[in-house]
C-alpha cells in the first residue's frame, strides 16, 4: 500500500544546517511535497517538487528527490528558531489524494 | 486573498454528544477535503469534494460521520454521536479546480484546524 515515512524527531543547533529525510512508496506519484505545522497553527505549503525534477532551491531551502531509491529530504539552511515546527513529508496517491508521513518535529538548540 | 479558514479553532464534547465542523474554502475553489490528524499519527484523507458532489469519501472512518457541502461553498462535517477516538484535528483544505486527465494534484490549501476533544 501507499506509506510515507519519516523520523519522528530531529534537534538541530541554531545556525546549523536540518535534513529531514522521507520515503514513500509511489513511483508515480507526480508531486511530492513539504507542509510545516507551527504551533496552533494549520498546514503551510512549504515547497513542492514535480518529480521529474532531482532538485529544488528556494533561499534557505532545498529539495533533493532520489527517484530510483524513493527518497526526499529537506534542507535548511543557518536554521533559525522561527523553524521549530512540525515538517510533513506527503505524495500524491494512485486516485489522486495526498498521503502524508507521520510528521518530524524539528527542535532548535541554543 | 482570504485563506481556508475553519470553525471552531477548538470543540471539547462528551461522548456521546454531536459535533459540527465548518469549513470555508478559498472563494473559487472547487476542490474541497477533509482530512484528521489522531495524536501523533498520519494525517488522514476522510474525503474529498468537487463542488457539491462527493468524489471520494473512502476516507471516512464510519457512518457517524456526515459530510456536506450544500451549494459547493462551504462545507460542513458533523459527527454523531462522538466517540472518544474522534478526538484529533480535522483540517480542511481546498484546491482549484484541476483538469481530470492530468495526474498530480495542484498544491492543496489547508486551513488552522479544528482540534476535536472527546472526553
Known amino acids: 500500500g501507499e506509506d510515507v515515512e519519516q523520523s519522528l524527531f530531529l534537534s538541530v543547533r541554531e545556525g546549523d544546517s536540518s535534513v529531514i529525510n522521507c520515503t514513500y512508496t509511489?513511483?508515480?506519484?507526480?508531486?511530492l511535497y513539504w507542509y510545516k505545522q507551527e504551533p496552533g497553527a494549520g498546514l503551510q505549503l512549504l515547497t513542492y517538487i514535480f518529480s521529474n525534477m532531482d532538485m529544488k532551491q528556494d533561499q534557505r531551502l532545498t529539495v533533493l528527490l532520489n527517484k530510483k531509491d524513493k527518497h526526499l529530504s529537506l534542507r535548511i539552511a543557518d536554521t533559525q528558531t522561527g523553524d521549530s515546527a512540525i515538517y510533513f513529508c506527503?505524495?500524491?496517491?494512485?486516485?489522486?489524494?495526498?498521503?502524508f508521513g507521520k510528521g518530524t518535529r524539528l527542535h532548535i538548540l541554543p | 486573498e482570504a485563506g481556508v479558514t475553519q470553525f471552531p479553532s477548538h470543540s471539547v464534547i462528551e461522548k456521546g454528544q454531536t459535533v459540527t465542523l465548518r469549513c470555508d474554502p478559498i472563494s473559487g475553489h472547487d476542490n474541497l477535503y477533509w482530512y484528521r490528524r489522531v495524536m501523533g499519527k498520519e494525517i488522514k484523507f476522510l474525503l474529498h469534494f468537487v463542488k457539491e458532489s462527493k468524489q471520494d469519501e473512502s476516507g471516512m472512518p464510519n457512518n457517524r460521520f456526515l459530510a456536506e457541502r450544500t451549494g459547493g461553498t462551504y462545507s460542513t462535517l458533523k459527527v454523531q454521536p462522538a466517540e472518544l477516538e474522534d478526538s484529533g484535528v480535522y483540517f480542511c483544505?481546498?484546491?482549484?479546480?484541476?483538469?481530470?486527465?492530468?495526474?498530480?494534484?495542484?498544491?492543496?490549501?489547508f486551513g488552522n484546524g479544528t482540534r476535536l476533544t472527546v472526553t
Open positions: 483544505a481546498s484546491s482549484p479546480y484541476r483538469d481530470r486527465g492530468r495526474r498530480g494534484n495542484s498544491p492543496l490549501h
Open positions: 509511489d513511483s508515480s506519484s507526480t508531486y
Open positions: 506527503a505524495e500524491n496517491s494512485r486516485d489522486d489524494k495526498i498521503i
